[in-house]
């Protein structure tokens, strides 16, 4: 079947303007998860749902981060007030209860 | 922070084994040990998870030893394609969990050379 899917793939920016995300999961997986990663890094977690509750979101870096999932299957990362700093790769996982994660393509946000 | 340690760089010539150190000396019983490549600025990629025993698939051994403190990822014949950085997470596995906060360490960069 299809895997993770993100759009847009590429989204560049205007510093202060505000930016979603989306991330459609694999049919039928419980859990998603959203990262953001830099060059050169490992993916940082930022937060992640079952079904459509927000289960942790302590890696979310401050509160222009926000995302939801309220039918339990697409999920939206929004970014308001962008700046420079959140230039970054932002991955999308998703997996069955607690198991094997598959992650997406990613979205790279470009902020000027 | 990441429960997991890896060396940050590797060299391994093509066609050898290439064994790929993890040591996670927090695990707790019930967590699991996976492994993931990410290639370039690909997503990272499914390779392997075991609990205590060791396991094999078609792409990977996993060695974790008697007291589950560390294990090992073996490629057994690597090749260029296998160059990659190479992640070892430690997570609960197939149960309903509000805690679920997958950690990622900066993970071993892995160079296969010709």
């Known amino acids: 079947g299809a895997g993770v899917s993100q759009s847009p793939r590429y989204k560049v920016t205007k510093r202060g303007q505000d930016v979603a995300l989306r991330c459609d999961p694999i049919?039928?997986?419980?859990?998603l998860y959203w990262y953001r990663q830099a060059l050169g890094q490992g993916p940082e977690f930022l937060t992640y749902?079952?079904?459509?509750?927000?289960?942790?979101k302590s890696g979310l870096p401050n509160d222009r981060f926000s995302a939801e999932r309220p039918e339990g299957s697409i999920s939206t990362l929004t970014i308001q007030r962008t700046e420079q700093r959140d230039s970054a790769m932002y991955r999308c996982?998703?997996?069955?209860?607690?198991?094997?994660?598959?992650f997406g393509p990613g979205t790279r946000l470009t902020v000027l | 922070d990441a429960k997991t340690t890896q060396p940050p760089s590797m060299d391994c010539a093509e066609g050898r084994a290439a064994n790929l150190p993890c040591n996670h000396s927090?695990?707790?019983?019930?967590?699991?040990v996976y492994w993931y490549r990410q290639i370039h600025s690909q997503g990272p990629q499914y390779i392997i998870h075991?609990?205590?025993n060791n396991e094999t698939n078609e792409m990977a051994s996993l060695i974790i030893t008697e007291d589950r403190k560390s294990s090992t990822l073996i490629l057994p014949h690597a090749t260029l394609r296998d160059t990659a950085v190479y992640y070892c997470?430690?997570?609960?596995?197939?149960?309903?969990?509000?805690?679920?906060?997958?950690?990622f360490g900066p993970g071993t960069s892995l160079s296969v050379i010709p």
């Open positions: 996982a998703s997996s069955l209860v607690t198991d094997t994660q598959y």
């Open positions: 075991g609990l205590k």
């Open positions: 997470i430690v997570r609960l596995r197939g149960v309903k969990t509000s805690y679920d906060k997958v950690i």
């Open positions: 927090t695990i707790s019983g019930n967590e699991y």
């Open positions: 049919s039928g997986h419980v859990s």
């Open positions: 749902f079952n079904y459509e509750a927000q289960q942790d």
